[in-house]
């Protein structure tokens, strides 16, 4: 694959602390480590930016004294040359170290989303992009810029004296390895009115972003975000990967949190018609609230099954922790059965193995993942759940559940397979959750989908929409509306409809980015490879060390990878910058033409 797909080696770095005397108090930044965010704006009421008083008394600065910092010369001047990165120890904690155009900057040397190390990623432009999942940090303000992830990354000083680079680091930055924004406070007066400024349906990474953003950029008025779960808001792709994580595991933002920002949550709370006329919302509970400006991402449902014993107990579509809880625990030295090929159902059929006495997976297809990665890498995912005692029973549908005393027992296949079943997952796919949007006057499409336009907003004025709900201009296929519904679109949409919703609208670049863990085993895929014609493959699929790139025509579209971090990245950070990548490019076997990192 050439040197562009090598490991990083590991550099021994000789660290010299310095104890510090007095020194003058940091320069006065925002939190986030810019110029304060909310300069140049009016005051509350409008879906504007507050003012610098108003900031000022919204999130204090941290006063930091100088024992509260250290410096460390971490290497000579030359040791790095323009386009390179290197993680450094600092005695209490680590930074990455980066040298671009000449400039040396450092921050923190872990994704804060899920922990990757940077120094593994791509530098770009201004830029590192995860090599797990993608996430974008600016390198000289830390700030989150590509998702997925919440908390931007903490800067930290940099000079040079004498050839020798020095690191200023806060210790405690250095230990926490993350920070959020600096956010607004809410200045309205009550509270307790049935009227918010923004009102957010659904509290998904769509939901929470929008809200993040919206007090990130200033917005001092009320915003309410409600949703039919119990829990404030939490990762759900982990659900189907790790099934005994409780909701507090898995939590993305305590209520703490929340509402120290000035975000208020209502739980248990099921949006059930929407007025656009008088630009209200009912809940399932007969309450009311009006909003100046609608934002709805309530995300998919599961598609339902039509078969024989839908009372039977023990049958579940995986929704929430307690679902995956339950799942784990019956699943434990029993015989569970996994309904569909959906990335959801096989990884909790990967999740169950090493509990389950027995897993069975029933699909309609011959091959798992062939519509989505093409069939050789879905023989070589099905061969590596063979080989883990799962058993497969594809071009079959169930015909019933059988239980006794009402809890599931049997599972019938219409072909007359009798399966043992204690405990059965559903992972048939799903549709967008907007049944509560007929006669809003909000247009849907024949499929339940809300399409937006660059802003994410919908027909209706003052009414926004994102995540797994919509169709909206892709830049990737000349701005046809199409669906992706990725966990790292939706933060994208967040934010878009967030700013738009400010009157900044924001045209979104970002190129789509999935990833799925079976076994051990991380599947990275970036781009948008509906409809594609071809898969070129490099690598060896049958050991699960590949890298499959999705044409087009003559166009690349897509890539996936396992065992190849971080080349999805590489491919990801090409796409973005809007450089085409042709098919002959990738047929030669040559990568060399992704070193330039899509400069």
Not at 86 to 110: P, Q, T, Y
Not at 288 to 299: P, Q, S, V
Request: net charge positive.
């Amino acid at each position: 694959m050439g040197g562009c797909l090598s490991k990083s080696k590991p550099v021994e770095v000789k660290v010299e602390l310095t104890l510090l005397g007095k020194e003058k108090d940091p320069g006065v930044k925002s939190a986030n480590g810019k110029a304060s965010p909310f300069s140049d704006c009016r005051p509350n009421g409008a879906l504007e930016h507050c003012s610098d008083e108003d900031s000022a008394a919204a999130a204090p600065l941290r006063l930091y004294k100088p024992r509260d910092y250290l410096e460390a010369s971490v290497c000579h001047v030359k040791d790095l040359e323009n386009g390179q990165m290197r993680e450094v120890d600092l005695g209490s904690g680590r930074a990455l170290l980066i040298k671009e155009h000449g400039e040396f900057s450092a921050m923190g040397h872990k994704c804060p989303h899920y922990g990757a190390p940077l120094v593994k990623g791509i530098l770009s432009k201004g830029h590192v992009r995860c090599p797990w999942h993608g996430a974008c940090f600016n390198i000289v303000t830390g700030d989150i810029e590509e998702f997925p992830g919440l908390d931007s990354l903490p800067t930290f000083q940099v000079r040079v004296e004498k050839d020798k680079v020095i690191i200023r680091a806060n210790k405690q930055d250095l230990q926490s390895q993350k920070r959020s924004k600096a956010m607004a406070r809410c200045s309205a007066v009550n509270s307790s009115t049935g009227f918010s400024q923004v009102l957010i349906v659904g509290s998904g990474p769509a939901g929470l972003v929008c809200a993040e953003t919206l007090r990130q950029e200033g917005f001092t008025d009320r915003i309410v975000m409600c949703t039919m779960d119990k829990h404030p808001p939490y990762d759900r792709p982990k659900l189907s990967k790790s099934l005994e994580s409780t909701a507090e595991q898995l939590r993305l933002r305590s209520i703490d949190f929340l509402q120290a920002h000035d975000i208020e949550l209502l739980t248990e709370k099921e949006a059930v018609a929407v007025d656009v006329k008088t630009r209200a919302v009912t809940f399932q509970d007969d309450s009311r609230m009006e909003y100046r400006k609608l934002f709805i991402a309530t995300g998919s449902k599961p598609k339902l099954m039509n078969y024989k014993g839908q009372d039977v107990r023990n049958v579940f579509h995986l929704r929430t922790p307690e679902d995956a809880n339950s799942v784990a625990r019956l699943a434990n030295n029993k015989n569970a059965v996994i309904v569909g090929t959906s990335f959801v159902g096989m990884e909790v059929a990967a999740a169950l193995t090493d509990k389950a006495h027995s897993v069975s997976i029933i699909g309609i297809e011959a091959i798992p993942f062939r519509k989505a990665l093409g069939e050789k890498v879905g023989k070589a995912i099905m061969k590596l759940f063979e080989t883990n005692r799962v058993k497969f029973y594809m071009l079959n549908e169930v015909s019933e559940m059988l239980g006794h005393d009402g809890q599931l027992k049997e599972v019938v296949l219409k072909s007359g397979k009798v399966l043992r079943a204690d405990v059965c997952v559903i992972g048939t796919g799903s549709g967008p959750a907007t049944g509560f949007l007929k006669q809003s006057g909000v247009h849907m499409d024949s499929k339940g989908f809300v399409p937006v336009n660059k802003t994410m907003q919908t027909n209706v004025d003052g009414v926004f929409a994102g995540g797994d709900i919509v169709t909206f201009p892709f830049p990737g296929r000349s701005n046809k509306k199409v669906n992706i519904p990725h966990w790292q679109m939706a933060h994208v949409h967040g934010r878009a409809a967030a700013l738009g919703m400010m009157g900044r609208p924001t045209e979104i670049k970002t190129v789509p980015y999935f990833w799925s863990a079976m076994f051990g085993k991380s599947l990275r895929y970036a781009g948008y490879g509906d409809g594609f014609d071809d898969v070129i493959i490099q690598g060896d699929v049958d050991e699960l060390k590949f890298v499959a790139f999705y044409t087009r025509g003559e166009e690349v579209v897509a890539v996936a990878s396992m065992n190849y971090d971080p080349i999805v990245s590489r491919v990801a950070e090409v796409l973005r910058s809007g450089k085409m990548i042709r098919k002959r490019d990738v047929e030669t076997g040559d990568m060399s033409w992704l070193i330039d990192k899509g400069s």
